[in-house]
């Protein structure tokens, strides 16, 4: 688009009254093409999506509902737009009744949303149906790792069959890795989102963090006008706001940047939205100790798909979530990176950098802050998988 089409755009969308932000009206340039389904996703994915994972009893036998709940409201109290669920270490029934949960206690109040993670399609075909059932809005799809894709055709075909599955949302995800590294070096065959991205319900793209710059400005030069790009990377945020119009990011740990009552990282997006570039300044140094610290812990994970579950539990217990520990990680490489008393040392030093005191006592972290509540003691569980003293 040059200057005097930019300016067309401008002087119309003073028609729209403030459905728009400014910041977000470069990418709102080519809305009128846009199918309604994505036109809806523009006044809705606007924030952060946080990530939520399971507590469990003492026993790791079933889902602790009241931790559950406690994180619901801990979310939605955190500010964000939509909660991600993650059924990590859960069977088919216990990822539906990990959804009734959430939304039962969210209540229509923020966006719910969950990742098909089974190892084949046939899994990620039943977790989009418990999702539909438990009222969720949308859905992270990406081919499952135990059946690889063996060409750009199949790769499409997977993303057309889920989004032919559901009347939910669909988000895509670029992620580096290996399983689609035969398709490109980049392990994102943008040839091919660029065709998923004409799906009416495939509605947004989410950018890992770890991805080589050139990668994720590919990215956006190419499918921002088609999908709702995100970023996860705040020193790339400034940018890609101007830039892009960038209008919201998930699903990350938010809580390791904030509080509910200091949410430093969205009020860093709602000021680059505003244009407030100066104001965002000083809230990216304020948050910056702990977002170096978090990036430090994550550095030697990412790469490998790991995303370690009781460390992330831990930043959300520390500013007032359940906490709890996680039931043995099925993905052997997570093993290797336990929760230990030098990391959660670390993590509460971060939060104390920049103005947050984490909230005690530890053992309420490892059996959930509401059985601590209920009276359960670390003596009660049956193991502390992934926790070192």
Not at 92 to 117: C, D, K, R, Y
Not at 216 to 228: D, G, K, Q, S
Request: aromatic share 10%; hydrophobic share 40%; proline share 6%.
């Amino acid at each position: 688009m040059n200057r005097r089409e930019f300016s067309r755009w401008a002087l119309a969308g003073t028609a729209l009254g403030s459905v728009f932000e400014p910041a977000a009206l470069f990418a709102s340039a080519a809305l009128p093409a846009w199918s309604q389904r994505k036109q809806s996703a523009r006044h809705t994915f606007q924030g952060f999506e946080n990530s939520l994972r399971p507590s469990f009893s003492p026993d790791f036998t079933q889902l602790d509902e009241a931790g559950i709940r406690l994180d619901v409201r801990q979310s939605i109290a955190q500010g964000v737009f939509s909660i991600f669920c993650v059924p990590v270490g859960l069977s088919g029934p216990e990822h539906l009744e990990f959804m009734q949960i959430v939304a039962h206690e969210n209540q229509g109040q923020v966006l719910l949303s969950t990742f098909l993670g089974g190892p084949t399609l046939a899994s990620h075909l039943a977790q989009l149906k418990s999702a539909k059932a438990a009222g969720f809005n949308h859905v992270l799809a990406h081919p499952p790792a135990q059946e690889p894709v063996d060409s750009k055709d199949s790769l499409y075909a997977y993303y057309q069959n889920i989004a032919d599955s559901t009347d939910m949302d669909v988000v895509l995800w670029a992620t580096d890795g290996t399983n689609m590294r035969h398709l490109h070096p980049s392990n994102v065959v943008l040839e091919v989102l660029e065709r998923v991205a004409e799906l009416d319900n495939v509605v947004a793209l989410k950018v890992m963090a770890t991805l080589d710059p050139v990668v994720v400005f590919e990215i956006f030069e190419r499918l921002n006008n088609r999908l709702l790009v995100n970023s996860v990377d705040l020193r790339m945020m400034p940018l890609l706001v101007k830039s892009y119009g960038v209008q919201w990011s998930g699903a990350w740990t938010i809580e390791a940047l904030q509080s509910p009552q200091q949410p430093y990282v969205v009020d860093y997006l709602k000021r680059l939205r505003e244009g407030n570039y100066q104001q965002a300044d000083v809230l990216y140094w304020t948050l910056k100790p702990a977002y170096d610290a978090l990036m430090g812990l994550m550095a030697p994970m990412l790469p490998r798909g790991i995303h370690p579950s009781v460390q992330m539990k831990y930043y959300q217990w520390c500013v007032g979530g359940n906490g709890g520990l996680t039931r043995w990680p099925e993905n052997p490489m997570e093993r290797e990176f336990p929760l230990t008393a030098d990391e959660r040392n670390r993590i509460q030093q971060a939060y104390r950098a920049i103005g947050i005191e984490p909230q005690g006592p530890e053992e309420s972290f490892l059996v959930g802050r509401a059985a601590y509540a209920r009276g359960v003691r670390a003596i009660d569980l049956v193991e502390t998988p992934m926790y070192i003293f």
